[in-house]
T-cell receptor, first 114, second 115 residues
């Protein structure tokens, strides 16, 4: 069965600290996609990244980076030099090959204090 | 604004009433999805449209929930005989062609409160 676990319910950091949000997934498929979305207080889910199961290269986009490790079924997200505007709930999601839906984790609430 | 839009942004209704929630996808997107997000949880899939047809409605919780997309663009989620447990944020998303694993872009949601 497919499942996404985000064990960290809430994380608080002070501005400029680095922070890593964990995501562990379960799937029987060999082909699947992983996503991260940001949900600010306004409520709209903002797409951050999409990664397929055959591409294990880490990715960096500005202050954001993602570490995909199939061996541990993890797809962790790191924010470097966090800013107050990074405060939001972050969701990791999984999509398997033969399905149209996203399976979301329960989210991690990140609070960045000035 | 070229994003997904949803109306109303908030809806308060009484138990037993009927409600309709509207989603206007990104122009040109053929695939449309509905999700429901309860407080403190991640979104849960309800239904997926490819064009006018519901390709996957396996997430609809019961027969009180129904959705349509008659012209392949705007979609309406309909809930009959609302219950307090239906209170949640209803999110709509769209993707360009609906090919599996394509990125879904979400709207701001409709916050439904059933009293």
């Amino acid at each position: 069965a497919q499942k996404v676990t985000q064990a960290q319910t809430e994380i608080s950091v002070v501005e400029k600290e680095d922070v890593t949000l964990d995501c562990v997934y379960e799937t029987r498929d060999t082909t699947y996609y992983l996503f991260w979305y940001k949900q600010p207080p306004s409520g709209e889910l903002v797409f951050l990244i999409r990664r397929n199961s055959f591409d294990e290269q880490n990715e960096i986009s500005g202050r954001y980076s993602w570490n995909f490790q199939k061996s541990t079924s993890s797809f962790n997200f790191t924010i470097t030099a966090s800013q107050v505007v990074d405060s939001a709930v972050y969701f990791c999601a999984l999509s398997e090959l033969n399905t149209d839906k996203l399976i979301f984790g329960t989210g991690t609430r990140l609070q960045v204090f000035p | 604004g070229a994003g997904v839009s949803q109306t109303p942004s908030n809806k308060v209704t009484e138990k037993g009433k009927y409600v309709e929630l509207r989603c206007d996808p990104i122009s040109g997107h053929t695939a449309l999805y509905w999700y429901r997000q309860s407080l403190g949880q991640g979104p849960e899939f309800l239904i997926y449209f490819q064009g006018t047809g519901a390709a996957d409605d396996s997430g609809l919780p019961n027969d009180r929930f129904f959705a349509v997309r008659p012209e392949g663009s705007v979609s309406t989620l309909k809930i009959q005989r609302t219950e307090r447990g239906d209170s949640a944020v209803y999110l709509c998303a769209s993707s360009f062609s609906g090919r599996r694993q394509e990125t879904q872009y979400f709207g701001p949601g409709t916050r439904l409160l059933v009293l």
